[in-house]
């Protein structure tokens, strides 16, 4: 196989959930920023941008070249719900530009591309998925990965109420979409959540499933905590808002709570799955959905003490910074590595 070869089977295996790099890239980068790593923060925002443009450049050509490939994994219910992160990835990378450098216009033009793919996407996979006459059992055919419709909704949500402050007259429709994506994004979570922990208590489970997208059962609610802490220090722009702080607030901590719960969980599932069941670690681009909670989680954190005043909260991510950060670093270092595997195969396929 040519050079040429091995880069066209790339495009048309590209996995649908890669832009979970995208939104791993930014959490981190967010959470360093709100903690003063800046020298960390900074070249992430910029290298996020490269990714950005590189994932996009990357599914236009699969969407043109393998057209047949890129809507047959719409109506997967393995590959469908990886869409969601080209939403959760725009939306992120919108609110770094509002939160690092204030690029309103830059975050704005985000905003809108991602709520038009938050719209496309959630309607055509979730239809896809009703009328498909065959469907996967449920064991086989959910995963932690269906959660990142929850990321997606939140993103939407978390980079309006960002935005919103840069518009005069239009700022309180702004806000109550805002609202809305926090409400129906919650929604979300408690019926694809209730599948999830449905299938890991009754049916059994081999470690190879135990796969890294399940740590997005923590990372949508930390995410969501983060959207209800925003719209919570959002309260003086927005009178339903200032009526309905007892009840954004509340769900706000249930979020944080269930987030905080689920991390002990997850690492003792992890454990034995690496170390009693002896799966090996290699680099999969799944374990970008295991950076993601973490970066999420340190930021959440911050701003949900900031929006209750809880400041011994802020113990929390003074150190489980640390833990996002590496991770990254290693999954990055593991990435890197693939990809000049990739190129160094396809120079000696065509030299021969």
């Avoid at 939140?154 to 429709?173: D, K, P, W």
Wanted: glycine share 6%; hydrophobic share 55%.
């Amino acid at each position: 196989m040519g050079r040429q070869s091995k880069l066209q089977s790339a495009i048309a295996e590209l996995p649908p959930a890669y832009f979970s790099m995208v939104m791993a890239t930014g959490s981190v980068s967010l959470s360093s920023h709100l903690l003063g790593f800046w020298f960390i923060a900074m070249p992430l925002l910029w290298l996020n941008v490269v990714l950005y443009v590189s994932l996009w450049m990357l599914t236009l050509a699969r969407m043109l070249l393998y057209p047949q490939r890129f809507f047959a994994d719409l109506s997967d219910h393995i590959h469908g719900v990886g869409f969601f992160t080209m939403v959760a990835g725009t939306c992120i990378l919108g609110s770094q530009f509002i939160i690092m450098v204030q690029a309103y216009k830059v975050a704005i033009a985000l905003l809108i591309i991602g709520t038009t793919l938050w719209t496309v996407v959630i309607y055509s996979v979730f239809t896809a998925f009703i009328i498909r006459t065959i469907k996967p059992p449920l064991e086989t055919g959910i995963s932690g990965l269906w959660l990142v419709s929850v990321v997606a909704t939140q993103s939407v949500s978390i980079l309006s109420g960002l935005a919103a402050l840069y518009f005069t007259r239009q700022h309180e429709v702004i806000l109550f979409f805002s609202l809305s994506m926090f409400l129906l994004a919650g929604m979300l979570y408690l019926l694809i959540i209730m599948l999830i922990f449905y299938r890991f208590m009754f049916f059994p489970i081999m470690p190879e499933a135990l796969r890294p997208p399940y740590w997005i059962n923590m990372g949508a609610v930390a995410i969501s905590t983060l959207s209800g802490a925003l719209l919570t220090l959002n309260d003086s722009e927005f009178q339903l808002l200032k009526e309905l702080i007892p009840f954004i607030k509340g769900f706000t901590l249930l979020f944080w709570a269930t987030a905080t719960w689920w991390i002990p969980l997850l690492l003792l599932l992890g454990v034995w799955r690496h170390l009693v069941r002896r799966v090996k670690f290699t680099y999969d681009p799944q374990y970008w959905s295991l950076v993601f909670p973490l970066g999420v989680y340190t930021a959440c954190t911050v701003f949900v003490a900031r929006a209750t005043g809880l400041e011994f909260l802020l113990e929390i991510p003074r150190y489980f910074v640390f833990a996002a950060q590496l991770a990254w670093s290693l999954t990055f270092i593991g990435w890197l590595k693939s990809s000049v595997r990739l190129l160094l195969s396809a120079t000696d396929a065509s030299t021969k």
